[in-house]
Each structure stands twice: as structure tokens, then as C-alpha cells.
């Protein structure tokens, strides 16, 4: 079972337990947030991640791609992938920053979306997941951590009683 709530307190394990087998988990989870978006493509997903690197971090490398991806699982925790992709073209290469989002997110709610969207775009100054790569990401989200919690209660709620998560 992929365990979305590692790290956490146990009380909070704890009430998620009992919230999932009462079947209020996703139902209160569904009430906070809004149905969905209309950010669906990868041409919209593009201009949406140019759009936050615009407002927060003018100064960083520029993004070549940004895409949904069938294959990225949050069964292997994760939900979203930021590459650094370098390619030899004649005798030059070429560096590219590139950004993958688990095709999940075209079905969840906008602040989940945007949140894994500050994750990988937090990557451009911060490659580890330190005190400072989670700073920049509250910075471009103050709500970045109710974010994640929300999204793995919700990821956490969805999982069939054969542990895999299931879709929207």
C-alpha cells in the first residue's frame, strides 16, 4: 500500500482511518474544493506553469516543456517530475529545463494542480527538498502545505481495498 500520509502525526493517520472507513474523507474533501478546471492539455498547462514562473521567478532558466504524463504513478509517490534534459545538437549542446505532471491532475481540483506545479517549478532554484526549496514554494503558494496534506488525504481516501488509488 503507498502510505500518502508517511511523515504525518499519528493522530492525524489516525482520524484519516476512521474518516475513510466512515466514507467522509473524500465527500468533505470534495466540499472544500471546486470541481475541476478547465486545464486539461498540454498547451494549457504550458501557459498556466509560464504564468506562475512569470509572477514568482522572472530570473530562473527557462522552461522548454511542461507536459502531462500517462506514466508518472502516484503508487510511486510521485505526482509530478522536473528534468534537466541536455541534448547534442551538431557539436553544441543543449540544456533544458522540463517539467512532467501526472495526468491525474487534469481531473483534480485547481489548487492541487497548482500546488505540484510550484513543486516542480520550485526545482528551477532548488534542486533538494530543503528548508529553502519549501520557503520558495510558500512563497509562490502561501496555502502549499494544506495543499499537500489535502491532496494526499484525498489520494489516501481514493485507495480500493487493494491499495491502488483509483481515478477521479
Known amino acids: 500500500m503507498v502510505d500518502y500520509l ?7 493517520r489516525d482520524k484519516a482511518l476512521r474518516l475513510r472507513r ?6 468533505r474533501l470534495k466540499e472544500r474544493y471546486a470541481a475541476g ?3 486539461t492539455n498540454n498547451a494549457a498547462l504550458y501557459e498556466f506553469a509560464q ?3 512569470r509572477e514568482h521567478l522572472r530570473s530562473s532558466p527557462p522552461l522548454a516543456k511542461v507536459r502531462f504524463n500517462d506514466k508518472i504513478s502516484t503508487l510511486h ?3 509530478g517530475l522536473h528534468t534537466y534534459a541536455v541534448r547534442v545538437q551538431g557539436s553544441n549542446l543543449k540544456a533544458q529545463n522540463e517539467i512532467s ?4 491532475f487534469k481531473e483534480l481540483p485547481l489548487e492541487f494542480l497548482r500546488m505540484v506545479v510550484v513543486h516542480e517549478l520550485a526545482h528551477l532554484r532548488h534542486k533538494d527538498h530543503d528548508k ?12 502549499y502545505q494544506r495543499y499537500e496534506l489535502d491532496l494526499r488525504l484525498l489520494l489516501y481516501a ?6 491502488s488509488p483509483r481515478q477521479a
Open 132 to 143: 529553502a526549496f519549501y520557503r520558495l514554494c510558500e512563497h509562490m503558494e502561501p496555502e
Open 37 to 39: 478546471h478547465a486545464i
Open 158 to 163: 481514493r485507495q480500493d481495498p487493494d491499495h
Open 6 to 12: 508517511s511523515g504525518y502525526s499519528e493522530e492525524l
Open 22 to 27: 466512515e466514507g467522509l474523507l473524500e465527500k
Open 77 to 79: 509517490r510521485a505526482f
Open 51 to 53: 504564468e506562475l514562473k
Open 101 to 104: 505532471i501526472a495526468s491525474l
